[in-house]
């Protein structure tokens, strides 16, 4: 098997994507959280914990549903694709939530949809290259 190039890059923008999700969520939601909801540093702190409780429980299984699933478009595809869409759309809409239990509410679905492609996209990297 040869390196395919174009593949291997591909693949890598799906790792260049999550890094600057996540540089992104790491530097807005905690001002966020602070200036528009005045809230204190340890509840801002608690809330930005979520990433890692759903990191930790969540990507287990959205790893191993990306593993058994098989269709026309690829194992990962579909995963990656509706999770990064979804993932975009959800940080968009945290910029305009008016109220703090719809912030959140929002925040869990944007957690959910990264957790829905981030396992999927690391283990895109081993199936397509040498």
């Keep these: 098997m040869?390196?395919?190039y174009k593949r291997t890059?591909?693949?890598g923008f799906a790792f260049?994507?999550?890094?600057?999700?996540?540089q992104a969520y790491d530097t807005i939601v905690p001002l966020i959280l602070t200036n528009k909801f005045e809230m204190g540093q340890?509840?801002?702190?608690?809330?930005?914990?979520l990433d890692n409780i759903f990191a930790v429980v969540l990507l287990p299984i959205f790893g191993t549903l990306s593993d058994k699933t098989m269709t026309?478009?690829?194992?990962?595809?579909?995963?990656?694709?509706?999770?990064?869409?979804?993932a975009a759309f959800f940080l968009i809409l945290l910029g305009f939530t008016p109220k703090l239990i719809v912030f959140v509410l929002v925040l869990l679905g944007c957690l959910l949809s990264m957790a829905t492609f981030r396992s999927p996209a690391v283990a895109l990297m081993p199936d397509?290259?040498?």
């Design 2 to 4: 040869k390196l395919n």
């Design 9 to 11: 890059i591909l693949v």
């Design 16 to 22: 260049f994507l999550i890094s600057a999700f996540w």
């Design 42 to 49: 340890t509840y801002s702190g608690i809330i930005m914990s």
């Design 72 to 86: 026309r478009f690829g194992k990962r595809t579909p995963y990656i694709t509706v999770g990064t869409v979804l």
């Design 128 to 130: 397509v290259t040498v």
